[in-house]
């Protein structure tokens, strides 16, 4: 009988393209959600020939939404084997002393209270399957800061600390946890960071060759192919062109 994988924000970017690797393996039943009705029915009528698909709309911030959509959700999608929390935005890159604390405010309840309320609401079913997985999308931005960072790294390091702690939780119940760390992907992120503005979006990934999401999906299914005693902790990828640089020091002008 095919597992059930359960993915958050599968409207675009990494989301979509893991529903269509996990699709293409032919013995996963999918549940696809996100904010957009269109684009996920869109999605359930390009991957139903090849596999049950179960969509809901749901803003993860929602916290009784989360928990309805769980409640709602019919046999067999509601034996949850893999997690993919994966919804989640980067707004704005000022510096903190300019930031709209409106922005802050949807990172934080999409990045951290958003994963929070699914990863609760799922782990009683994914226990029960017993051999399953949660990924987590953090961000290489949980490690390295860089200007305009502040609020998005902040909740991408809680979205790491959180895996680790969950480990903790699940130990002997046979659930692994992982955190995925990518670097610079080309996906709608920086279309949102940037309030739609599609040429600074696209100056982001100009020339640089990033990671598509195809890159992180493939990631994440071998992840949650793995041999069930094997548990990858986190994984951290960057494309090759992405590296660190020097710190930053501020000199008196002349
Ligand atoms: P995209 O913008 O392409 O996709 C983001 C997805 O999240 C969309 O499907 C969107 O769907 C969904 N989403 C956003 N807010 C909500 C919400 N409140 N409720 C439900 N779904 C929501 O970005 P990526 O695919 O690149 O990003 C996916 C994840 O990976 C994010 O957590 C991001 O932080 C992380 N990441 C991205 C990197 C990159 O360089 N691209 C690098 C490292 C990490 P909808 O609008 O329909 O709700
Ligand atoms: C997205 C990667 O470096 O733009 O998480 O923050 S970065």
């Not at 359960?6 to 549940?31: E, H, K, S, Y």
């Not at 596999?51 to 949850?80: G, I, K, Q």
């Not at 494309?239 to 020091?249: D, E, I, Y």
Request: hydrophobic share 45%; aromatic share 8%; glycine share 8%.
């Amino acid at each position: 009988m095919p597992n059930t994988v359960f993915i958050t924000g599968a409207t675009a970017g990494f989301g979509a393209a893991c529903a269509r690797q996990f699709a293409a393996a032919g013995c996963w039943n999918l549940v696809l959600t996100g904010r957009r009705a269109e684009r996920l029915e869109e999605l359930k009528a390009e991957l139903s020939p090849k596999c049950a698909v179960h969509t809901a709309v749901l803003d993860v911030r929602d916290r009784d939404a989360v928990a309805a959509v769980v409640a709602a959700l019919p046999e067999p999608f509601s034996r949850v084997h893999t997690l993919v929390n994966n919804a989640g935005l980067a707004l704005g890159l000022n510096p903190a002393q300019t930031c709209d604390l409106d922005d802050w405010d949807q990172m934080i309840d999409t990045n951290v209270k958003g994963v929070t309320y699914v990863t609760r609401a799922l782990l009683p079913a994914i226990i029960k399957e017993g051999t399953g997985t949660v990924i987590n999308l953090a961000s290489i931005a949980a490690h390295y800061p860089y200007p305009g960072g502040n609020v998005y790294g902040a909740t991408k390091a809680f979205v790491r600390q959180f895996s680790y702690n969950l480990r903790c939780d699940l130990v002997g119940t046979g659930v692994r946890v992982t955190a995925i760390e990518p670097g610079l992907c080309e996906s709608e992120f920086s279309l949102v960071r940037f309030g739609g503005d599609a040429e600074r979006a696209a100056a982001v990934y100009k020339g640089a060759h990033p990671l598509t999401a195809d890159d992180i999906a493939g990631t994440i299914f071998w992840v949650a192919s793995l041999p069930k005693h094997v548990n990858i902790n986190c994984l951290e990828v960057m494309p090759v062109t992405q590296s660190w640089s020097a710190l930053n020091v501020h000199r008196d002008a002349e």
